[in-house]
């Protein structure tokens, strides 16, 4: 079983950064692959981008491509999610999520706020 908890959210205005940070308890947060979803009000929470064991090839939403990246450092049982250009649409509460490969989305965290003021 894996616990996680999301850091990093906050205001920023429209075109910075922000960077969350997932970390993930437990010994085996290597053999999981991560991923990030967020949740605008009266929305249904959206798969944002996820990332393999590995680290390598990430996949993303298409409106987060190119301004979004995923990383990960096993070593830290941590997940980043480096978020730029960023745009009001991109308000929402982001939660990660942990999976085993080709299994469901299983393990949630409790949610940081992004807020992106105009």
């Known amino acids: 079983q894996v616990q996680l908890v999301e850091s990093g959210g906050g205001l920023v205005q429209a075109g910075g950064s922000l960077r969350l940070s997932c970390a993930a308890s437990?010994?085996?947060?290597?053999?999981?692959?991560m991923g990030w979803f967020r949740q605008a009000p009266g929305k249904e929470r959206e798969f944002v981008g996820f990332?393999?064991?590995?680290?390598?090839?990430?996949y993303y939403l298409g409106s987060v491509k190119g301004r979004f990246t995923i990383t990960r450092d096993n070593a830290k049982n941590t997940v980043y999610l480096q978020m730029n250009s960023l745009k009001p649409e991109d308000t929402a509460v982001y939660y990660c999520?942990?999976?085993?490969?080709?299994?469901?989305?299983?393990?949630w965290g409790q949610g940081t706020q992004v807020t992106v003021s105009s």
């Open positions: 999520s942990a999976r085993t490969s080709g299994n469901r989305w299983a393990y």
């Open positions: 990332i393999t064991v590995s680290g390598g090839s990430p």
């Open positions: 437990g010994r085996t947060f290597s053999s999981y692959e």
